[in-house]
């Protein structure tokens, strides 16, 4: 049986401006044009429902009530294969301020051309769940401060896990546009689940019992280029239970904006499921990506606004079973796995049709 390993969903907004200078990692060419990316940051979670139960390391998203993170790197790659940071220092942002608002993170000048790929680098981390602290970076060791033992710091020679200490956690996505010159402008998303970012520690000292959040060793980028119409959000169930091994319906929300002010129609959608372990850090096909023939309701997107799309799925129990069998992957009864909702929708905005995929953060499903 495959060792099963773990991501959660993050999630950011890039916006490429052409305006503001504000910060200068660019070569030393005079002649150089530049433009103005402009990173925000945010917390698409929309969930269907106001409670959330624990089960396994799936947090209770109410006594979760600070997640900062720290960001010690934010580069482009453009297309000579060269590097611009956009980050002159470390910045931390608390997601937990950020759910459904949106912050500014960093703006900086970089020089017009095409860009291939963004690089994301987390170095820090400091959670308070269950009014226990939890801190861990690359240049400190992981701490816990409980509180029920007020004044009494718990540190990696009691066992408090330190998720850096391999080192700061990079994430790296295609990311393809063109800043043709100094007017263009790029608006891209970068999002980031608080929620699904953490998960529950046990920690045990002497005959005491407490629970911290810890960040998550891997995390899951979404980037999304705010060109015409983009999902920007989406509501998932918390939770998938089987009865008696049968397939489970079920929808999911998804939120449609339309960057461009024109409109459109999503003509089609498709559903798969992936597999991602017991703790969402695997990405592995759990069925074949098929034509769903649920109607989309409604199926037109605003011009301006946002638009809330309900799409109806299925989650094929003994299928994805028998397929991931055949991987290798073996499901153990009354064990919490996740997997993630992956769509393309076929859209038609403008006179013009494209396909437009989408994973949505992963789902706990717990075995029969």
């Given at each position: 049986?495959?060792?099963?390993?773990?991501?959660?969903?993050?999630?950011?907004?890039?916006?490429?401006?052409?305006?503001?200078?504000?910060?200068?990692?660019?070569?030393?060419?005079?002649?150089?044009?530049?433009?103005?990316?402009?990173?925000?940051?945010?917390?698409?979670?929309?969930?269907?429902?106001?409670?959330?139960?624990?089960?396994?390391?799936?947090?209770?998203?109410?006594?979760?009530?600070?997640?900062?993170?720290?960001?010690?790197?934010?580069?482009?790659?453009?297309?000579?294969?060269?590097?611009?940071?956009?980050?002159?220092?470390?910045?931390?942002?608390?997601?937990r301020n950020l759910q459904g608002t949106v912050g500014d993170l960093v703006s900086a000048e970089i020089p017009t051309g095409s860009y291939t790929e963004i690089s994301v680098t987390v170095s820090g981390v400091s959670t308070t769940y269950e009014n226990?602290?939890?801190?861990?970076?690359?240049?400190?060791?992981?701490?816990?401060?409980?509180?029920?033992?007020?004044?009494?710091?718990?540190?990696?020679?009691?066992?408090?896990?330190n998720v850096f200490a391999g080192g700061a956690i990079t994430f790296t996505y295609p990311l393809a546009f063109t800043l043709a010159d100094v007017s263009d402008f790029e608006n891209i998303h970068i999002q980031f689940d608080a929620d699904a970012a953490?998960?529950?520690?046990?920690?045990?000292?002497?005959?005491?019992?407490?629970?911290?959040?810890?960040?998550?060793?891997?995390?899951?980028?979404?980037?999304?280029?705010?060109?015409?119409?983009?999902?920007?959000?989406?509501?998932?169930?918390?939770?998938?239970?089987?009865?008696?091994?049968?397939?489970?319906?079920?929808?999911?929300?998804?939120?449609?904006?339309?960057?461009?002010?024109?409109?459109?129609?999503?003509?089609?959608?498709?559903?798969?499921?992936?597999?991602?372990?017991?703790?969402?850090?695997?990405?592995?096909?759990?069925?074949?990506?098929?034509?769903?023939?649920?109607?989309?309701?409604?199926?037109?997107?605003?011009?301006?606004?946002?638009?809330?799309?309900?799409?109806?799925?299925?989650?094929?129990?003994?299928?994805?079973?028998?397929?991931?069998?055949?991987?290798?992957?073996?499901?153990?009864?009354?064990?919490?796995?996740?997997?993630?909702?992956?769509?393309?929708?076929?859209?038609?905005?403008?006179?013009?049709?494209?396909?437009?995929?989408?994973?949505?953060?992963?789902?706990?499903?717990?075995?029969?």
């Amino acid at each position: 049986m495959k060792k099963l390993n773990a991501v959660f969903p993050l999630i950011i907004i890039l916006g490429i401006l052409s305006s503001s200078l504000i910060f200068n990692s660019c070569k030393d060419d005079p002649e150089e044009e530049n433009a103005t990316v402009s990173i925000k940051i945010y917390d698409p979670r929309d969930p269907q429902s106001s409670t959330k139960t624990t089960d396994g390391d799936i947090i209770n998203s109410d006594d979760l009530t600070k997640c900062e993170i720290t960001f010690s790197s934010i580069q482009l790659k453009n297309s000579e294969g060269e590097y611009v940071e956009l980050l002159s220092s470390s910045t931390t942002v608390d997601l937990r301020n950020l759910q459904g608002t949106v912050g500014d993170l960093v703006s900086a000048e970089i020089p017009t051309g095409s860009y291939t790929e963004i690089s994301v680098t987390v170095s820090g981390v400091s959670t308070t769940y269950e009014n226990n602290n939890y801190t861990a970076s690359t240049s400190a060791s992981a701490t816990a401060t409980i509180s029920t033992t007020p004044g009494v710091t718990y540190t990696e020679a009691q066992g408090v896990t330190n998720v850096f200490a391999g080192g700061a956690i990079t994430f790296t996505y295609p990311l393809a546009f063109t800043l043709a010159d100094v007017s263009d402008f790029e608006n891209i998303h970068i999002q980031f689940d608080a929620d699904a970012a953490v998960y529950i520690v046990s920690f045990d000292y002497e005959t005491y019992s407490w629970n911290f959040a810890g960040i998550r060793p891997q995390l899951n980028l979404g980037i999304i280029i705010e060109e015409g119409i983009q999902q920007i959000r989406h509501s998932p169930p918390y939770g998938i239970t089987i009865v008696s091994q049968s397939e489970v319906d079920y929808y999911g929300i998804h939120t449609f904006v339309d960057f461009a002010g024109n409109g459109g129609t999503i003509n089609s959608h498709t559903s798969q499921h992936v597999f991602r372990g017991s703790d969402g850090t695997l990405l592995v096909d759990a069925e074949t990506m098929e034509t769903n023939n649920n109607p989309l309701t409604p199926n037109k997107v605003n011009a301006s606004g946002e638009t809330d799309i309900r799409a109806d799925e299925t989650f094929k129990y003994d299928e994805i079973v028998s397929n991931l069998a055949g991987q290798g992957y073996t499901l153990t009864s009354g064990e919490t796995y996740y997997f993630s909702l992956r769509k393309t929708w076929n859209i038609t905005t403008n006179g013009q049709t494209y396909d437009l995929t989408r994973i949505c953060e992963p789902i706990p499903v717990v075995i029969p």
